[in-house]
């Protein structure tokens, strides 16, 4: 069946594009299609956040109205190996560019993945969260908090397809 959602992005910046998420099946792992353009070489890291946005919020893209990254299981990243080098289950459930890699020094980036520890269901379910693409300056990701990009991620149809 095909995707189905709204997305919309917020926050300053001309980053375009979507990060669609999947399931062939109930309890099975996510298909992550991403497709974003204009990321200007200045783009850092990608994560789902806690907090879904708050409608009509003055800072939508801060990190006070959406909370950190989505990590239901508490762990510790002390313990995440560098981006793109480790297995999913050592990183947040949110991290996706831990998971799978930065977005550094990219204009253009498409990418699939799949991961099992990314559900649509149950109680650690990513839907109704937001994303944030965060700027990478200096090497300091917070200093980018306030320039980060959301969409939210939202079930408005009976399937388990959404982006």
């Known amino acids: 069946s095909q995707p189905c959602g709204v997305c919309q992005w917020f926050g300053p910046g001309s980053i375009d594009g979507q990060v669609q998420f999947s399931q062939a099946v109930p309890q099975g792992p996510t298909t992550i299609q991403v497709s974003l353009k204009n990321l200007a070489s200045i783009a850092g890291g990608y994560h789902v956040h806690v907090l879904p946005l708050k409608p009509g919020s003055a ?81 300091s990701y917070i200093q980018c908090v306030k320039g ?15 982006y």
């Open 59 to 139: 800072s939508p893209c801060s990190n006070a109205d959406i909370l950190g990254h989505f990590n239901p299981l508490a762990w510790n990243v002390s313990n995440s190996p560098s981006p793109g080098v480790g297995t999913v289950d050592q990183y947040e459930v949110g991290d996706i560019s831990g998971k799978f890699g930065m977005l550094t020094l990219k204009d253009i980036y498409e990418g699939v993945h799949e991961d099992p520890s990314m559900p649509l269901t149950g109680p650690y379910s990513i839907v109704g969260r937001t994303i944030s693409v965060g700027c990478k300056v200096l090497h």
């Open 148 to 162: 980060l990009k959301k969409l939210e991620i939202s079930d408005n149809c009976s399937g388990i397809h959404l």
